[in-house]
């Protein structure tokens, strides 16, 4: 059974560029979760969704960033007009329909690098 | 508010069992431990988790104190690949409860 799908693993952006993040989930997981690491900090929580839907946005900038996970296809980060202070890693983690263990599973993560 | 402690660091001698300790005094009745670990560019990697028994999987053993104040993760033969920083974590084992508290953890790193 595969983990949890991300790429690209690592992605360069200059300044002002886009960049989309895609994961995807574990097989038989409707929830993901997207992360992010700045340099020399823990993990933070940014975003939860389920197919079509945002549940939970509270930890994401209010400006620039959007994601949604569509019902067909995996879960997209969006970062417009890139800074140098997006830089980080960003990891996407899944778990399985409420009910039962609901461990969640990350992804090896998607390094980000503005330049 | 952290909801765990851990110790910064530890060293562990490669072939040893490694101890991790964490306190989680204003634990509430309905949330459970997990344990997740995160190797140097790499994802958190999950270990285990348990409410209030022992557990035990492939990967390493959890005691939890009877007032599940505290527990323990133990490795049982540290290798080198086992140099990682150990979060533990407290949360209600249901799908509402997502936002999981990675704290700065324990830096453990095995020696040879």
């Known amino acids: 059974n595969a983990g949890v799908m991300q790429n690209p693993r690592h992605l360069v952006r200059r300044r002002g560029q886009e960049a989309r993040l895609r994961c995807s989930p574990m097989k038989g997981h409707s929830h993901v979760y997207w992360y992010r690491q700045l340099p020399e900090e823990g993990l933070k929580f940014m975003v939860y969704l389920q197919k079509e839907n945002i549940i939970d946005e509270s930890g994401m900038p209010k400006e620039r960033f959007s994601a949604e996970f569509p019902k067909e296809g995996p879960s997209i980060l969006r970062i417009q007009q890139v800074v140098r202070g997006d830089s980080a890693a960003y990891f996407c983690?899944?778990?399985?329909?409420?009910?039962?263990?609901?461990?969640?599973?990350f992804g090896e993560g998607s390094w980000l690098t503005v330049v | 508010d952290a909801k765990t402690t851990q110790p910064t660091s530890m060293d562990c001698a490669e072939g040893r069992a490694a101890n991790l300790p964490c306190n989680h005094s204003t634990i509430s009745g309905n949330e459970y431990v997990y344990w997740y670990r995160q190797i140097h560019s790499q994802g958190p990697q999950y270990i285990i988790h348990g409410l209030k028994n022992n557990e035990t999987n492939e990967m390493a053993s959890l005691i939890i104190t009877e007032d599940r104040k505290s527990s323990t993760l133990i490795l049982p033969h540290a290798t080198l690949r086992d140099t990682a920083v150990y979060y533990c974590i407290v949360r209600v084992a249901g799908v509402n409860d997502y936002k999981l508290s990675f704290g700065a953890g324990t830096t453990v790193t095995v020696r040879a």
């Open positions: 983690a899944s778990s399985p329909p409420a009910g039962g263990d609901n461990t969640i599973y």
